[in-house]
């Protein structure tokens, strides 16, 4: 809000438009905080990557592992 109410005095907009564009802003701030909150419960493993990967403790021979 801090940012738009100066820029729609300046370019002089309705005020329809100055609403818009702050009901805009909020609708992509919720959806954003919704996307990490969903991340966060569904508790995805984070932090592995391939270079910590145990070829010898997968059930997987090897050449189709190395393959991948």
Same mark, same amino acid.
């Given at each position: 809000?801090? #940012?738009? %109410?100066?820029? =729609?005095?300046?370019?002089?907009? #309705?005020?329809? #438009?100055?609403?818009? &564009?702050?009901?805009?802003?909020? =609708?992509? @701030?919720r959806?954003? =905080? $919704?996307?990490?909150?969903r991340?966060t419960? =569904?508790?995805?493993?984070? @932090?592995?990557?391939?270079? %910590?990967? $145990?070829? @010898?403790?997968?059930? %997987?021979?090897?050449?189709?592992?190395t &393959?991948?």
């Open positions: 809000m801090a #940012e738009v %109410i100066p820029i =729609a005095k300046s370019q002089r907009w #309705e005020p329809a #438009e100055g609403v818009r &564009a702050l009901l805009a802003e909020e =609708a992509a @701030g959806d954003a =905080a $919704n996307l990490r909150t991340r419960r =569904a508790a995805f493993p984070t @932090g592995k990557t391939f270079h %910590i990967w $145990n070829e @010898g403790a997968s059930s %997987i021979p090897v050449p189709p592992q &393959a991948l």
